[in-house]
T-cell receptor, first 113, second 112 residues
Framework: AQSVTQLDSQVPVFEEAPVELRCNYS??????LFWYVQYPNQGLQLLLK??????LVKGINGFEAEFNKSQTSFHLRKPSVHISDTAEYFC???????????FGIGTKLQVIP | DARVTQTPRHKVTEMGQEVTMRCQPI?????VFWYRQTMMQGLELLAY????????DSGMPKDRFSAEMPDATLATLKIQPSEPRDSAVYFC??????????FGPGTRLTVT
């Protein structure tokens, strides 16, 4: 079985400040990891993904995430946020193959002017 | 820029009525997913297909919900009869693999 824990339900941060959204997962086998972003009244958009290779993954809009196998984490970071980054962010895990993707409950990022 | 399309975008209906939601997956994607999102439950997987065959529909209330793929360009989700507790945003997603998904804009369903 696999599961995802997003440790913060809401994260307020000032514009141009750095941000880290935390995600921990559990799985008995190797995993694929994802971050999605959902803007108000829109569907989820794939932000970045880790399938294999380099543990530092770069995504769209200046976001990056680091896969840490020993800590079973996949935290999302951005060095300087913009107002337009205000959205809900979902971490997700899959064991690959035909196994479904498990989503976290989401973290609402609020960027304060 | 290929996208998943969903129709209708909004639907208001009365309890007991049939509701049909449609999804056009991205051309070439062979996996299709139906999710439901509510404030209380978050994002729930209802069903998913690969090559038009259902892989898992355990998340779907079988007595009133049904999901089908009549062809590779159309997926449908039906609720009959609808109930107020079905009010939610329903998302369709498609992907080249089960683990890589691209979401549509959603259908916001309100059952009164």
């Amino acid at each position: 079985a696999q599961s995802v824990t997003q440790l913060d339900s809401q994260v307020p941060v000032f514009e141009e400040a750095p941000v880290e959204l935390r995600c921990n997962y559990s799985s008995s086998v190797s995993v694929y990891l994802f971050w999605y972003v959902q803007y108000p009244n829109q569907g989820l958009q794939l932000l970045l993904k880790y399938l294999s290779g380099s543990t530092l993954v770069k995504g769209i809009n200046g976001f990056e995430a680091e896969f840490n196998k020993s800590q079973t984490s996949f935290h999302l970071r951005k060095p300087s946020v913009h107002i337009s980054d205000t959205a809900e962010y979902f971490c997700a895990v899959s064991q690959g193959g035909y196994q479904k993707v498990t989503f976290g409950i989401g973290t609402k990022l609020q960027v304060i002017p | 820029d290929a996208r998943v399309t969903q129709t209708p975008r909004h639907k208001v209906t009365e309890m007991g009525q049939e509701v049909t939601m449609r999804c056009q997956p991205i051309l070439g994607h062979n996996t299709v997913f139906w999710y439901r999102q509510t404030m209380m439950q978050g994002l729930e997987l209802l069903a998913y297909f690969r090559n038009r065959a259902p892989l898992d529909d355990s998340g779907m209330p079988k007595d009133r919900f049904s999901a089908e793929m009549p062809d590779a360009t159309l997926a449908t989700l039906k609720i009959q009869p609808s109930e107020p507790r079905d009010s939610a945003v329903y998302f369709c997603a498609s992907g080249p693999e089960v683990y890589e998904q691209y979401f549509g804009p959603g259908t916001r369903l309100t059952v009164t």
